[in-house]
């Protein structure tokens, strides 16, 4: 069964720090990998997604998110934070060889930037 | 091109009423998703449609449906509202970007049952 765990409900980085939003997966196939995020009041907004190739993506607002198969992982980073990065993070998959293209959606994780 | 549009983006229903949300997708895109996001469920997958059939769906109770028009509008359905449908309802139309497909979401439609 597909799964995505983001074992992190909070995470707190003081400006100007990096950060790193975690997010581990479970896929029997090829993982498709994404990253969204909701500002308050708001709709998901796409980030990032791995599919294949560098296993380093680089996505919206300075984010960017490494691939590591062997740990099953697809952490989100940012070299230095900032305030307006205050929000919730997403990450989900889906099996690419499945021809449904609905995703699993991890439970989210608050990411709060202090100033 | 516009996004994903949802109407209302606020309701307040009283307990025991029904309600219709709409979903007006990306144009091209003929999938359309539905989630309900609380703060204690997290983010629940309702249904998706594809050119006007339901193809995915949820572990929600009846009382949950949709539906989808062949322009690809879409709208979903709550009856007998409980306290605890209170979420803020996304809808996400699929599309090619690239060489997969990805969701873009609406801004939602904050439902209120008291």
């Known amino acids: 069964a597909q799964s995505v765990a983001q074992p992190e409900d909070q995470v707190n980085v003081a400006e100007g720090n990096p950060l790193t939003v975690k997010c581990t997966y479970s896929?029997?196939?090829?993982?498709?990998l994404f990253w969204y995020v909701q500002y308050p009041n708001r709709g998901l907004q796409f980030l990032l997604k791995?599919?294949?190739?560098d296993n380093l993506v680089k996505g919206s607002y300075g984010f960017e998110a490494e691939f590591n198969k062997s740990q099953t992982s697809f952490h989100l980073k940012k070299p230095s934070a900032l305030v307006g990065d205050s929000a919730l993070y997403f990450c989900a998959v889906r099996d690419g060889r499945d021809s449904n293209y609905q995703l699993i959606w991890g439970a989210g994780t608050k990411l709060i930037i202090k100033p | 091109k516009a996004g994903v549009t949802q109407t209302p983006r606020y309701l307040i229903k009283t307990r025991g009423q029904q309600v219709t949300l709409s979903c007006s997708p990306i144009s091209g895109h003929r999938s359309v998703s539905w989630y309900q996001q609380t703060p204690g469920q997290g983010l629940q997958f309702l249904f998706e449609?594809?050119?006007?059939?339901?193809?995915n769906k949820g572990n929600f109770p009846g009382r949950f449906s949709g539906r989808q028009f062949s322009n690809s509008r879409s709208e979903m359905n709550v009856s007998t509202l409980e306290l605890g449908d209170s979420a803020l309802y996304l809808c996400a139309s699929s599309g090619l970007a690239g060489s997969t497909y990805e969701q873009y979401f609406g801004p939602g439609t904050r439902l209120t049952v008291t």
């Open positions: 449609y594809f050119s006007e059939t339901q193809r």
């Open positions: 791995y599919i294949t190739g």
């Open positions: 896929v029997s196939g090829n993982p498709y």
